[in-house]
């Protein structure tokens, strides 16, 4: 053991925006607790330690509700976040913000980079500005809201929950969508719901191409309902008017033929 | 995965941009520690030429006659240079096996660079008025301090760190390339050509040469070509979405202008923060608040995408 120690006193450990060149980091305890909420600077904090810190403070003090000054755009801040509590962070995240978390309600006041929310499972999270591609990817439940725009395949494998865009999103939005639905109020780039299985996309703005398998759907009264009691609940303002969209099921894992019957039809 | 980045003033006046640059690529070392490299932009001094070119790498097996073989090959490239009847003003040794040369030249440039890489283990990194390139093994904040890019003052740069995938880990894999023989003319790209072979050969037959076995080398001769046809660089770099094959977020930059390439897949990362002083890109935006300390408005270029910028 002593050995291993000495190895590791000699380990160069260097800045890494990932936080993974601090296996040995500890949370820096430098927050402001007042009664149920927190409060802490991250400029000069490594990713790790950002998030070794948020941890302590819901998981060890049992803070309700926690701020986060100066995230600089790192990478992976707010991830397995897995407890009902309430989190902000004053400025724009990197990649893989807020990514499996299940409960919190996170509001970001800046913008966040690729894959955010990534497998969610439920709980509210708001974006302020644009988010990268890859939003919303593989979420399965809460609500996801982006006051900017999308980059490209929101909502990919989306498997449930609200992702709500109120600018334009990219290429291929709702790539393989199996359930949950989508508003987006702006406009949408090419291939909207490639090989989508299941879900709603609802969309105001452009549609440039529809992907394969994506075809409109016929409007009712639960797609009214639904649309305007989310803008009302985060007080989006009246909702534009949008057009559905819906898997046509008509592609092959659609048919009712078992594996070996298919190598014939093939 | 690989990581690019730019940056490109606009307030007309020279900026530590070497020092810059560095900062930017090192906040994405985790995107690729094997090499990193820097296309550089300044006027040249009396409007001559600068040239940079290598004889070596770093990691090349020192055998016995290795430094007499350097000290060789360094004289026959001064010799063959004056022989064409360049004057030259300064050799600078960057490092035993990289040079920076000053010289006045009105001749060929397509024959200067070709005579220089006739001889063994030579290759021309960039030659211009105003390009740099400086290229090397290693992380960002190494080669900054072996090339002691700190004194770089300039208008524009791009850089980019390298996780080699297809080719050597060495000079000649690693980014940004030079648009041989055209001068002021270099890339950055992250991700892959899938017809890169095709290309490769089609501009070998026209007499392009390649150094490496890396695709992207492609993206930087692809460009000079059209843009010696008389294309503008945004119409070339709109043309090469469609003849070239592949997922790909490249930067383009010349003398005055700095652009960027996205595929129709829009797969591979850009941030872009854009402002009257300066437009700032990168793979991540955490490269880009390595500048501007304060919170900033950027978004992600879409599938398509060509933007260009002039200084």
């Known amino acids: 053991m002593e050995a291993l120690g000495q190895l590791a006193g000699e380990r160069r450990i260097t800045y890494d925006a990932r936080g993974l060149a601090e296996p040995d980091a500890e949370a820096p305890r430098i927050a402001e607790i007042d009664g149920d909420k927190a409060r802490f600077d991250a400029r000069e904090l490594t990713t790790r330690t950002i998030n070794l810190e948020l941890r302590r403070l819901l998981y060890e003090e049992g803070i309700g509700e926690v701020e986060i000054d100066n995230p600089m755009s790192r990478h992976s801040l707010g991830v397995g976040i897995l407890r009902r509590c309430k989190i902000t962070f004053n400025g724009s995240l990197g990649y893989f913000g807020c990514g499996i978390i299940d409960g919190p309600e996170v509001h970001i006041r800046g913008r966040v980079g690729w894959s955010a929310c990534e497998n969610m499972m439920s709980g509210v999270v708001i974006v302020d500005s644009n988010a990268g591609s890859l939003t919303g990817a593989a979420m399965r439940g809460g609500d996801l809201v982006v006051k900017g725009r999308v980059g490209a395949r929101t909502g990919i494998d989306q498997k449930g929950g609200t992702i709500i865009v109120l600018g334009d999103a990219g290429s291929m939005t709702g790539f393989m969508m199996q359930r949950g639905r989508m508003i987006i109020c702006g406009d949408v780039g090419a291939g909207l719901g490639d090989s989508m299985y299941d879900g709603t996309i609802y969309v105001a703005g452009k549609v440039k191409s529809l992907g394969i398998d994506c075809v409109p759907g016929a409007w009712t009264d639960a797609d009214t309902e639904l649309i305007e009691r989310k803008f009302r609940v985060y007080g989006l303002g009246t909702p534009p008017e949008f057009q559905k969209f819906v898997c046509g099921k008509v592609l092959y894992n659609y048919d009712s033929l078992e594996p070996a019957e298919k190598k014939l039809v093939i | ?311």
Request: charged share 30%; net charge negative.
């Open chain 2, 1 to 311: 995965m690989c990581g690019i980045a730019g940056i490109i003033y606009r307030d007309g006046v020279t900026h530590p941009i070497g020092e810059e640059m560095t900062r930017m690529l090192q906040s994405m070392k985790h995107r690729g520690p094997d090499s990193t490299g820097y296309a550089l932009y300044r006027e040249a001094p009396n409007g001559g030429l600068v040239m940079r070119y290598k004889l070596a790498d770093a990691n090349t097996s020192r055998d016995f006659e290795f430094e007499d073989r350097l000290r060789r090959h360094r004289w026959e490239v001064e010799s063959r240079l004056a022989a064409l009847g360049a004057t030259i003003h300064q050799v600078e040794e960057e490092t035993p096996y990289a040079f920076r040369v000053t010289f006045d030249f009105d001749g060929e440039l397509k024959l200067l660079a070709d005579l220089v890489e006739d001889i063994p283990e030579a290759e021309v990194l960039s030659l211009g008025k105003s390009l740099e390139i400086v290229k090397d093994i290693g992380d960002a904040e190494s080669v900054h301090d072996v090339y002691g890019l700190s004194r770089f003052q300039g208008t524009h740069a791009i850089g980019h760190v390298r996780m080699a995938t297809e080719s050597e880990v060495d000079i000649a894999g690693a980014h940004p390339y030079w648009a041989y023989p055209y001068s002021d003319v270099a890339v950055v790209h992250n991700g892959q050509l899938t017809n890169y072979f095709y290309w490769k050969r089609r501009l070998e037959r026209a007499g392009r040469r390649f150094m490496s076995e890396c695709d992207s080398e492609i993206i930087a001769v692809y460009l000079a070509e059209e843009m010696s046809k008389g294309a503008t660089l945004e119409e070339a770099m709109h043309k090469s979405l469609d003849e070239l094959d592949g997922v790909f977020t490249y930067i383009a930059v010349t003398k005055d202008e700095l652009g960027v390439a996205k595929d129709e897949l829009a797969a591979k990362p850009l941030v872009l923060y854009e402002s009257d002083e300066l437009v700032a890109l990168a793979s991540e935006e955490i490269a880009i608040r390595q500048l501007l300390d304060h919170e900033i408005e950027t978004y992600d270029p879409y599938e398509r995408e060509v933007l260009v910028w002039k200084r």
